[in-house]
Nanobody
Framework: VQLQASGGGLVQAGGSLKLSCTSS????????MEWYRQTPGNQRELVAT???????NYPDSVKGRSTISRVNARNTVYLQMNSLKPEDTAVYSC?????????WGQGTLVTVSS
């Protein structure tokens, strides 16, 4: 199983980025998908969830600024992030969950400059 995140980079505060995470080795449509972020010395933070039915959920820290979506035909989940803030700087990674099954991918670095 592989989950490959991409789309990170350097952006100014107030800017936007769209992250992608493409999977292989799983039946993508059967998995809830999540985006997490982590900074050095801090715990990993859940930033978006999309279920197999495309129900979504966000923490207050990103609600209204981020949108998670999925295209099952492409085995891909996206995270559109707008109005980025310096505190959004982190490594973003995706996870796939189905019951007790859990898979993680490598992250992509997002750096927001002030």
């Amino acid at each position: 199983v592989q989950l490959q995140a991409s789309g990170g980079g350097l952006v100014q505060a107030g800017g936007s980025l769209k992250l992608s995470c493409t999977s292989s080795g799983i039946i993508f449509g059967l998995y809830d998908m999540e985006w997490y972020r982590q900074t050095p010395g801090n715990q990993r933070e859940l930033v978006a969830t999309i279920t197999i039915n495309s129900d979504t959920n966000y923490p207050d820290s990103v609600k209204g600024r981020s949108t998670i979506s999925r295209v099952n035909a492409r085995n891909t989940v996206y995270l559109q992030m707008n109005s980025l803030k310096p505190e959004d700087t982190a490594v973003y990674s995706c996870a796939a969950r189905r019951g007790q099954l859990e898979y993680w991918g490598q992250g992509t670095l997002v750096t927001v400059s002030s």
